[in-house]
């Protein structure tokens, strides 16, 4: 009887042991996420929630992201690299063509849970590539006591901004010679940098479209009509501003810190649209979560994407941090839909285009300038500038293709 008893006990404790065997694998299991600083620490608050439901653990590093590409590139290899990076978008393209990071598959009511310009952001070569977590644009920042109420229009507003230029005061500010910040200009009349059908058509380049020379032109005669006078450089525009000397700024929510301690009394609105009811376009900035070509549990990294964007999360990573969410619920959240800065921020953003995230961009930068350049100190008109840039960017994207088998 004794020995019958000993045995049955021993059976049931193999059989338990099996039991918990897969549970002590999984409990073994640490995903680890590059992330900033300021992120982790609200993460890090939340994410119990995500280790209990999948018996892992899940450990932030305080990388900021603007490192993690290049730190990838040797730690991944080795061992030492994450499951998952936050990264900018624009810097995409260049890591899936170093193989660092693998493409990700969700289904459509997880997508369409964010904004569609955030998803746009990143496709590159048809597939998807991880799910944005916030992004940003730039909008139209103004001093109420200067422009109680945003003009209707972008020609009203550029109207109103050569009546209030005179004896140092100026109506509307931005550096013409930055096609960042230019941009919502031409993304308004049509331009485009690069065709884009669930990714971006290098070949295809609309810098010297009708709109584009039309946008080109219009900053031209900010510069001719001394409304925006040259050596006008983002500091300058910024200095004046929290100066009480200008009524307006084209800047992003970075610049929102510096005006609330120089006291000004500001708004942020969108930018006015056209006459014609067009909307102006700025770029988009998106920032994402990727997972990690190197990760050896790329499937339990695509779910803890999925809680890291979820509602709950990035409403505490706006209510912590401001940085705007890319997902609508959480925009239409009262934190944000009664919140004037969140809501307008939200709102340009949303009538924006992705930077494009193709090493090719880099081919873009500096003709593009060039041509803006050369329009304002009349050096060379809109229309043969902007041919001459596209010609100069094909050039240089074939340059790069040749030496790098792009």
Known sequence: MIRKVFTGCAILACLFCLVLAP?????STTLTVWSQTEHNE???????????????KVEFIDIHPLGQREKLVLDGPAGKGPDIVSVPHDGLGLMVLQGTISPVEYPDEVLDQ??????????????????????????????????????ATFEELISVAKEMTHDGQYGLLWDLTNVYFDWPIFGGKGAYIFGFDEG??????????????????????????GMNPEGTDYMVANSLFMEGKVAAVIDGAWALTGFRQAGVNYGVAKIPPYADGSELSPLVSVSTYAISAFSKNKELAAELIKFLTSHEVLLAIYEGTADLPPRKDVIAH?????????????????????????PEMNAVWQPFTDAVVAVLTGQADAEMALEMSVEMIHEAIAEMHRGANL
């Open 23 to 27: 549970v002590s694998v999984a409990a």
């Open 200 to 225: 971006f058509d290098v070949q295809d380049v609309g810098l010297a479209n009708k709109g584009a020379v039309e946008a080109l032109n219009i900053l031209a005669d900010m510069r001719k009509s």
């Open 334 to 358: 009262s934190a944000v839909a009664n919140h004037p800065d969140a809501s307008a921020l939200a709102e340009q953003a949303a009538a924006g285009m992705p930077t494009p995230n193709v």
């Open 114 to 151: 964010f904004m569609p310009v955030a998803i746009e952001a990143l496709y590159y070569d048809g597939k998807l590539w991880g799910l944005p977590f916030a992004y940003n644009s730039v909008a139209l920042m103004y001093n109420k006591d200067l422009l109680p109420e945003v003009p």
């Open 42 to 56: 609200i993460l890090r608050t939340l994410v119990g929630k995500f280790e209990a439901e999948h018996g892992v």
